[in-house]
C-alpha cells in the first residue's frame, strides 16, 4: 500500500471513529442493586413497523398556506415483542411533543417492548415538526381523538386472526404516555371530561402542561397517573404545572427530576444535547418563534370552563427564564425517566399482583433512594399529599 494511501486510510478510520463517537451517547447506568436489575434489556426481542391510519371521519383544520383536508392521516411506527409466547401484552399509545415527530419516544419503546408492551407513536398531522402550513398548537384538542382512533384500528387488527398483530394487545390493559404537548394529549385523552377515552387504563405524562386543570379535571376517572418532570424545566415551568399535581390528582405520582430540562426527555436531545450546558436555551429559542409567529406567545390555550375543571392557566408562560443553569445530562436524564414509565405501567398492568406491588414499591421507594437525583411524591390511596 502506497503511504498517501496509509495515511487517507488512517484518516477515515479517525473521521469514523469521530463520527461514531459524536453519534452514540454514553449509556449512564442506575445506581443501586434493584434499578440495575430493572434495567437490564427485556428478553423479548423487538420488531419496528412503519404504521399509517386514516381517519376519514374527522378533518384536518386548514392552516396557514395549508388549505385543510376532509381526514386526518397519522403515520409512525408500532414496535411489538418479536416472542409471541407471552402474549397478550399491555399497550402504550406515545404522544409526541410540539414541534417534534413519533420517533421522539423511540428510546422509551425500545426499553418497554422487550420487556413485554405493544407500543405505537404517531405524527400528528399539525402539531408535528413538519406540519403542512407549520406547527400549530391549537390543534392539540383533536389529538385526543386520533389517540382513540389509532387503539381502534390496532384492536381491529389484535381481533384479525390474519394480521401479524392477533392476539398480541390485552383490550383490558391499555395505558398512554406522551412528552410535553404529548403529556397534555396524554392527560386529555384520560381524564378530559368531554374528551377522554374509557379504555385507558393508566397514563403517564411526561412534562407535561397542566397548570389549566384544577382538581375537578381529573374527577371523571381514578386511574393511576403519574407525571415524570424535571425541576429546572424552562419550557413547562415546574412550579405550576408538576408541582400540584399530587395535591390535585388522586391515585396519582409525580416523579421529580433534579436539575433535568424539558428538551433532555426528547430522545434526540442524548445525541444533539449531550454538550450543551442547558438544553431548553435552543429549546426556548424554537419554541417562541414558532409561537410568535403564529400569535400564540400569550394566549392561553384552554378557556376557563368550570364543568370541565379547567381553570385560567395565565401563570404558566413558557421561557420566562432570564439564565439557563447547567442541566442533568439528556442520557441519564432518559434512563431514569426509561425506569420510571417502566415501574409505573408495571405497577398497574403486571398479571401477578405480586409483581404489581414490588414494582410500585420500586417506583414511591427504591428508585428514589438508589438514584439521588429522584424525588417522588405519592398522593390518593397510595399515601397522603
Same mark, same amino acid.
Given at each position: 500500500?502506497?503511504?498517501?494511501?496509509?495515511?487517507?486510510?488512517?484518516v477515515l478510520?479517525?473521521l469514523?471513529g469521530a463520527?461514531?463517537?459524536?453519534?452514540t451517547p454514553p449509556?449512564?447506568?442506575?445506581?443501586g442493586e434493584?434499578? +440495575?436489575?430493572?434495567?437490564?434489556d427485556?428478553?423479548l426481542? #423487538?420488531k419496528?413497523?412503519?404504521?399509517?391510519?386514516?381517519?376519514r371521519?374527522?378533518p384536518?383544520?386548514?392552516?396557514?398556506?395549508f388549505? %385543510?383536508?376532509?381526514?386526518?392521516?397519522?403515520?409512525?411506527?408500532?414496535?411489538?415483542?418479536?416472542?409471541?409466547?407471552?402474549?397478550?401484552?399491555?399497550l402504550?399509545?406515545?404522544?409526541?411533543?410540539?414541534?417534534?415527530?413519533?420517533s !421522539?419516544?423511540a428510546?422509551?419503546?425500545?426499553?418497554?417492548v422487550?420487556?413485554?408492551?405493544v407500543m405505537?407513536s404517531v405524527?400528528?398531522p399539525?402539531? =408535528?415538526?413538519s406540519?403542512p402550513?407549520?406547527? =400549530?398548537?391549537?390543534?392539540?384538542t383533536?389529538?385526543?381523538?386520533d389517540?382513540?382512533?389509532v387503539?381502534?384500528?390496532l384492536l381491529?387488527?389484535?381481533?384479525d386472526?390474519?394480521?401479524e398483530?392477533?392476539g398480541?394487545i390485552?383490550?383490558?390493559?391499555i395505558?398512554v404516555t406522551?412528552?410535553?404537548?404529548?403529556?397534555?394529549?396524554?392527560?386529555?385523552v384520560?381524564?378530559?371530561?368531554d374528551?377522554?377515552d374509557?379504555?385507558?387504563?393508566?397514563?403517564a405524562? #411526561?412534562?407535561?402542561?397542566?397548570?389549566?386543570?384544577?382538581?375537578?379535571?381529573?374527577r +371523571? +376517572? =381514578?386511574?393511576?397517573?403519574m407525571?415524570? *418532570? %424535571?425541576?429546572a424545566?424552562a419550557?413547562?415551568?415546574?412550579?405550576a =404545572?408538576?408541582?400540584?399535581?399530587p395535591?390535585?390528582?388522586d391515585n396519582?405520582v409525580l416523579?421529580?427530576?433534579a436539575d433535568?430540562s424539558?428538551?433532555g426527555?426528547?430522545? #434526540?436531545a442524548a445525541?444533539?444535547f449531550?454538550?450543551v450546558?442547558n438544553p431548553d436555551?435552543?429549546?426556548?429559542?424554537?419554541?417562541m418563534?414558532n409561537?410568535?409567529q403564529?400569535?400564540? *406567545?400569550r394566549?392561553?390555550?384552554?378557556?376557563?370552563? !368550570?364543568?370541565?375543571?379547567?381553570?385560567d392557566?395565565?401563570?404558566? *408562560?413558557?421561557?420566562?427564564?432570564?439564565?439557563?443553569?447547567r442541566?442533568?445530562?439528556?442520557a441519564r436524564q432518559?434512563?431514569?425517566t426509561?425506569?420510571?414509565?417502566?415501574?409505573?405501567?408495571e405497577?398497574?398492568f403486571a398479571?401477578?399482583?405480586?409483581v404489581?406491588?414490588l414494582?410500585?414499591?420500586y417506583?414511591?421507594?427504591?428508585?428514589p433512594?438508589?438514584?439521588?437525583?429522584?424525588g417522588i411524591?405519592v398522593?390518593?390511596?397510595?399515601?397522603?399529599?
Open positions: 500500500m502506497r503511504p498517501w494511501m496509509k495515511v487517507m486510510l488512517v478510520v479517525v469514523a463520527a461514531w463517537y459524536v453519534m449509556s449512564p447506568a442506575p445506581s434493584n434499578s +440495575t436489575a430493572l434495567y437490564r427485556g428478553k426481542g #423487538i419496528e413497523r412503519e404504521f399509517e391510519v386514516v381517519d371521519s374527522r384536518t383544520a386548514r392552516n396557514g398556506d388549505p %385543510g383536508s376532509p381526514e386526518r392521516k397519522l403515520a409512525g411506527s408500532l414496535w411489538y415483542p418479536a416472542d409471541r409466547g407471552e402474549a397478550p401484552y399491555p402504550l399509545v406515545y404522544s409526541h411533543g410540539f414541534m417534534s415527530q413519533h !421522539e419516544g428510546y422509551l419503546a425500545e426499553f418497554m422487550p420487556k413485554g408492551y405505537v405524527d400528528y399539525l402539531t =408535528n415538526f406540519a402550513g407549520g406547527p =400549530n398548537l391549537r390543534d392539540v383533536n389529538q385526543p381523538g389517540v382513540a382512533f387503539i381502534d384500528r381491529a387488527r389484535n381481533a386472526a390474519g394480521d398483530l392477533a398480541m390485552d383490550p383490558g390493559r395505558g406522551g412528552l410535553s404537548l404529548g403529556g397534555l394529549t396524554t392527560i386529555l384520560a381524564f378530559h371530561g374528551l377522554r374509557p379504555r385507558i387504563k393508566a397514563a405524562a #411526561i412534562a407535561g402542561p397542566s397548570a389549566a386543570f384544577g382538581p375537578g379535571f381529573y +371523571t +376517572t =381514578n386511574i393511576p397517573f407525571m415524570v *418532570a %424535571g425541576d424545566d419550557i413547562v415551568p415546574y412550579a =404545572n408538576a408541582a400540584p399535581i395535591g390535585k390528582v396519582s416523579v421529580t427530576l433535568a424539558h428538551t426527555f426528547a430522545g #434526540i445525541v444533539l449531550r454538550w450546558n436555551e435552543l429549546g426556548c429559542e424554537g419554541l418563534s409561537l410568535r403564529g400569535g400564540e *406567545a394566549e392561553p390555550l384552554f378557556a376557563a370552563n !368550570e364543568r370541565l375543571g379547567i381553570v392557566d395565565s401563570r404558566s *408562560a413558557p421561557c420566562q427564564a432570564e439564565t439557563f443553569p442541566a442533568m445530562r439528556p432518559q434512563m431514569l426509561r425506569l420510571a414509565i417502566y415501574s409505573f405501567f405497577s398497574v398479571r401477578d399482583a405480586a404489581r406491588a414494582m410500585h414499591d417506583l414511591v421507594s427504591s428508585l433512594a438508589e438514584n439521588p437525583a429522584v411524591r398522593s390518593g390511596p397510595a399515601g397522603a399529599e
